[in-house]
C-alpha cells in the first residue's frame, strides 16, 4: 500500500512538471518514455495524476461563472477582466491548462493498449475513464473559445506539427465521440469506483450536456434533444434528491451526486469558492459572525454575489436555497458590512476554516433541468413543467404558475438553474445556450455586457488568442470580432 501511494505522488509530481504545450514544447519528463508503461500499477497511477490535473483545471470560476451575471465586486481583490468584460486582442486567454490534460489523457490512450491487465474490465474501465475526461476537455473548449486546435496524438518533441484551429462543430464532436467511446467501454452501470471517479451515470450526464450544446448553439436539433432526456434519466437512475438542499455540501458525494471531484481537508487548499468568503477582520464586528463561513488566512471576498443572483433567490420568499447561498453580514447597528457566499461552507477546524468541499460537476437536479430544457425546446411544455416543478418543490417554493408560452417557461428554466446551481461553475455556459437557442439575449442580461454594449464595444462571447501563442504557432487565427478591440 506504502508503495503504491509513493508511486502516485511521483506521478503527480512528474504530470505537474512536463510540459504539453501545442504552441512551446519543452523536454517532456522521462515518465512518458516507454521504460514506464510496463504494468497495471503504472496505468493505475498515472490515471490518479490525470484526476489531479482534472483537479486543477476545474478549481475556478474564471470560464464558467466570471463573465456572467452572478457576482459583483468584494471587499478586496481585482476582479478578472472576463468579469469586467475588458477583452481584446492584447489580453487573451491561455487554453494550455486544459490541452495539458489532453495531452496525458493522450499519452495514456496510447501506452496503455500495450500493458497486460490480469482482468480485461480493468483496463476498459481506466480507458473509459480517460476518453471520458478528455471530452470534458474539448468540451469545455469548445464553449470557451469556439474554434480549437484538435489533438489526439502526445506531445513529446519540438518537430510535431504546428495544428490549426478546428471549427468549433468538429471539436465538439470530438468530445461527443469520447463519451461515447467511454460508454462503449465501461463494463458496468452504476459507480464501481465511487462517485469521485468517472463513470457510466458521469459519461450519460456529460454527453446529454454536450448534445444540449449542440442542439441550441451548434444547428442540432430533435434528434440530440430527445437524446438528452433519455440520458439525463440514465444518468440519474436509482439516485434520489436531497430531502434538504442545504444537504448536498454537508455531506461529500451524497445520494443526488453523480460525479463530483474530490476534496480533502489539509490536502488540497485554495478552492474556488474561497474568492466568495471573508476574512475574519471583514466580519469581526459582525453579530451573525458564528454563522458566517470566515478564515483567518484561506478566504479573499474578491467576489459578492450580484444583486442580479439575489433578485433571483428573492423571487420566491419560501426559497430554502436562499440561507444556503449567501449570507449577510450585519453589524450592531443594523448596517451591511457585506454579502458572502455560503453554499460551499467547507470544513470549520481548530481556530479556522478549510474550503475542502467537492467540486460537483454533474447532480440529480441538473437532470431534471437537463430534461426540462430538451422538453421546452421541443415545445413540449407540460413536461418541461413536470421536470422543473421536481427541482422548485425540493427548494420549497412550489409548482410553477407563471406563462406557459415556450419562451416563458424557457426563461424560467434559466431562472431555476441560476438558482439551484449557483457558484457551479454552470452560469456562463447556461446564459450562451439560452443566447444562441434564441430565449435571452446575453447583451441584455450581463451587466457589464450591456454597459460595453452601450459604450459601442459589441465583446465576443468566444475567447481571443493570446498574442504570444499566435507568435508561437503561425497556424492559429485569431478568435472572430476581436479585429478592432
Not at 517532456?28 to 489531479?52: F, N, P
Not at 488540497?268 to 469558492?273: L, P, R, T
Not at 460537483?360 to 422543473?388: Q, S
Request: glycine share 8%; aromatic share 10%; with cysteine.
Amino acid at each position: 500500500m506504502k508503495k503504491n501511494i509513493i508511486k502516485i505522488l511521483f506521478v503527480v509530481i512528474l504530470l505537474s512538471g512536463s510540459s504539453c504545450n501545442l504552441l512551446d514544447v519543452e523536454t517532456v519528463s522521462s515518465i512518458t518514455g516507454d521504460d514506464y508503461w510496463t504494468s497495471k500499477g503504472d496505468a493505475e497511477s498515472y490515471l490518479m495524476g490525470i484526476y489531479t490535473k482534472l483537479r486543477d483545471v476545474s478549481n475556478a470560476t474564471l470560464h464558467f461563472e466570471d463573465r456572467g451575471d452572478a457576482f459583483t465586486t468584494g471587499l478586496e481583490g481585482g476582479p478578472s477582466n472576463l468579469w469586467a468584460q475588458n477583452l481584446n486582442a492584447q489580453n487573451g486567454y491561455s487554453w494550455l491548462d486544459y490541452y495539458s490534460v489532453i495531452h496525458h489523457c493522450n499519452l495514456m490512450i496510447r501506452n496503455v493498449e500495450h500493458i497486460p491487465f490480469g482482468i480485461e474490465a480493468e483496463k476498459q474501465t481506466l480507458l473509459a475513464e480517460t476518453h471520458l475526461i478528455r471530452s470534458m476537455m474539448y468540451f469545455n473548449i469548445v464553449r470557451v473559445w469556439g474554434d480549437a486546435p484538435i489533438e489526439l496524438e502526445p506531445t513529446e518533441n519540438a518537430n510535431k506539427p504546428k495544428l490549426s484551429r478546428s471549427p468549433a462543430s468538429d471539436v465538439l464532436q470530438q468530445a461527443l465521440t469520447d463519451v461515447e467511446t467511454a460508454i462503449t467501454l465501461f463494463p458496468q452501470e452504476g459507480y464501481p469506483n465511487g462517485k469521485g471517479r468517472a463513470s457510466m451515470p458521469a459519461a450519460y450526464a456529460l454527453k446529454a450536456d454536450i448534445l444540449l450544446w449542440k442542439a441550441k448553439v451548434l444547428n442540432g436539433g430533435v434528434k440530440e434533444l430527445e437524446e438528452v432526456i433519455t440520458l439525463a434519466g440514465k444518468a440519474s437512475a436509482n439516485l434520489s434528491l436531497e430531502e434538504s438542499f442545504g444537504d448536498l455540501y454537508a455531506t461529500k458525494k451524497g445520494k443526488e451526486v453523480i460525479f463530483a471531484i474530490h476534496f480533502n481537508i489539509f490536502e488540497k487548499e485554495e478552492h474556488y469558492s474561497s474568492r466568495l468568503k471573508p476574512r475574519d477582520v471583514f466580519v469581526e464586528k459582525a453579530v451573525n459572525k458564528e454563522l458566517i463561513p470566515f478564515a483567518k488566512g484561506g478566504a479573499r471576498s474578491t467576489y459578492a454575489p450580484s444583486n442580479e443572483l439575489m433578485t433571483l433567490f428573492n423571487e420566491y420568499a419560501t426559497d430554502q436555497r436562499r440561507d444556503h447561498s449567501y449570507i449577510r453580514a450585519i453589524d450592531g447597528e443594523g448596517h451591511l458590512i457585506g454579502i458572502f457566499d455560503n453554499k460551499m461552507r467547507g470544513t470549520k477546524t481548530e481556530g479556522d476554516r478549510s474550503y475542502d468541499s467537492d467540486i460537483i460537476l454533474y447532480r440529480m437536479a441538473e437532470m431534471h433541468l437537463f430534461k426540462a430544457e430538451a422538453f421546452a425546446a421541443l415545445n413540449r411544455i407540460p413536461e418541461a413543467i413536470n421536470e422543473l416543478n421536481i427541482v422548485r418543490n425540493r427548494a420549497g417554493i412550489g409548482n410553477y404558475t407563471g406563462a406557459t408560452d415556450q419562451i416563458s417557461v424557457e426563461r424560467e428554466i434559466l431562472r431555476e438553474r441560476g438558482r439551484e446551481l449557483y457558484l457551479e461553475r454552470k452560469r456562463w455556459p447556461d446564459l450562451l445556450r439560452f443566447h444562441f437557442g434564441g430565449t435571452i439575449d446575453i447583451y441584455d442580461e450581463v451587466p457589464n455586457l450591456k454597459a460595453k454594449r452601450e459604450e459601442g464595444s459589441i465583446i465576443p462571447l468566444y475567447l481571443a488568442i493570446p498574442l504570444r501563442d499566435l507568435d508561437l504557432n503561425p497556424n492559429l487565427t485569431q478568435t472572430e470580432g476581436y479585429e478592432d478591440l
